[in-house]
């Protein structure tokens, strides 16, 4: 399985991003998905997760509210959408698989390479 991640980049603060995550298999649709990021000298940490078929959210608290996450099945792809971009959202952005639904890093089995999201004051 493949994943890539792209539409990172710099932005201003208060600004918008949207994220997209392609994933070469064709059962995506069969995986839950998640979006990680990594920030210079911290853990890697989830920012959202969503079920198999989209019924299913989960939102870290620090981006309620301001993003969301989304797939298309049809086109095997998973987004995310970043309103309200703030300078501490800045960071690597991963864009993961896994069997079941979760929030764990640990819990995901296939990992992109990762886009990097850069918010200026």
């Known amino acids: 399985v493949q994943l890539a991640e792209s539409g990172g980049g710099l932005v201003q603060a208060g600004g918008s991003l949207r994220l997209s995550c392609a994933v070469s298999?064709?059962?995506?649709?069969?995986?839950?998905m998640g979006w990680f990021r990594q920030a210079p000298g911290k853990e890697r940490e989830i920012v959202a997760a969503?079920?198999?078929?989209?019924?299913?959210?989960y939102y870290a608290n620090s981006v309620k509210g301001r993003f969301t996450i989304s797939r298309d099945n049809a086109k095997d792809t998973l987004y995310l959408q970043m309103n309200g971009l703030r300078v501490d959202d800045t960071a690597v952005y991963y864009c993961?698989?896994?069997?079941?639904?979760?929030?764990?890093?640990?819990?995901?089995?296939?990992w992109g390479q990762g886009t990097q999201v850069t918010v200026s004051s």
């Open positions: 969503i079920s198999w078929n989209g019924d299913d959210t």
């Open positions: 298999r064709r059962t995506f649709s069969y995986f839950s």
């Open positions: 993961a698989s896994t069997r079941a639904m979760d929030v764990r890093t640990q819990g995901y089995e296939f």
